[in-house]
């Protein structure tokens, strides 16, 4: 690419994220998502201080029905990480559910045709909404993880620092390539509730393919096997594998949506 050329993709490619910007915005996708990383960041400690408590009303209520059951486990801050972690297992979900549209909506409604009679190219515009998107879950993973942070050392004591930031970058390349799948399947296909259909089916077949025995570690699921260890406390070196795996399906479907979305008639 030419000089010119870049500079007239920078102008297009700024063009889009304010575009796409002002989008999640009026879409609520910024709102959702970071409430939700919110939610999730105070709860779990919280949860995972009162479960000793609640698991005592349990225990009072078997007696009562004749039952012996008995709870005496002191919460602690690995507690919480896996409260944490666990909840944060889920957020691929959402990340369907918010993105299904994200191309698919602009190619029903009409409006993509209209964006791209402006000076930005389809690629730039592809990219902007993956820019976005990423930037508001970089927002989301340092907001859950500052008030998990904080609530824990409240409530259950000292959390190694460095662990915990680790935990959230390799949670935050976890999230990654569910961003490029429904990118990718929101390009592919037109319907905005088969794009969520098959954007919900792949993170099952990834879930699937993280339990398969020597697949799974260099499978980009593999990086949620590796916090769920970080979680517990347990060292895990054998994060790089599943890390390249994420950054490398991310990049190959951001690549074929690019090159799908150049051809296709809007």
Do not use: H
């Amino acid at each position: 690419m030419t000089t010119a050329g870049s500079g007239r993709f920078r102008v297009m490619f700024k063009a889009a994220v304010k575009k796409e910007w002002k989008e999640a915005i009026r879409r609520y996708r910024l709102l959702v998502i970071i409430g939700v990383f919110l939610i999730i960041g105070v709860l779990s400690p919280v949860s995972a201080k009162m479960l000793p408590k609640m698991m005592e009303m349990v225990a009072s209520q078997s007696k009562e029905q004749g039952f012996e059951f008995s709870y005496n486990k002191e919460p602690t801050v690995n507690d919480a990480l896996i409260q944490y972690n666990k909840n944060l297992g889920l957020l691929p979900i959402l990340i369907v559910i918010m993105g299904m549209g994200l191309v698919a909506e602009e190619k029903i409604k009409g409006t993509a045709e209209t964006i791209l009679t402006k000076p930005i190219s389809r690629t730039s515009l592809l990219l902007a909404k993956f820019t976005v998107f990423l930037f508001i879950l970089v927002m989301g993973v340092i907001t859950g993880g500052v008030v998990c942070l904080f609530y824990t050392l409240i409530l259950l004591g000292k959390v190694d620092i460095v662990s915990f930031a680790f935990l959230n970058v390799l949670l935050l390349f976890y999230f990654i390539p569910f961003v490029a799948v429904i990118l990718f399947l929101s390009v592919v296909i037109k319907s905005m509730a088969g794009a969520a259909a098959a954007g919900i089916g792949a993170y099952f077949s990834l879930m699937l393919m993280g339990g398969m025995p020597y697949v799974g570690k260099y499978s980009p699921q593999g990086i949620y096997s590796v916090t769920s260890k970080i979680a517990v406390g347990m060292p895990e070196p054998a994060w790089i594998i599943p890390f390249i795996s994420s950054v490398c399906l991310t990049i190959m479907l951001l690549v074929i949506a690019a090159a799908i979305f150049e051809k296709q008639e809007i």
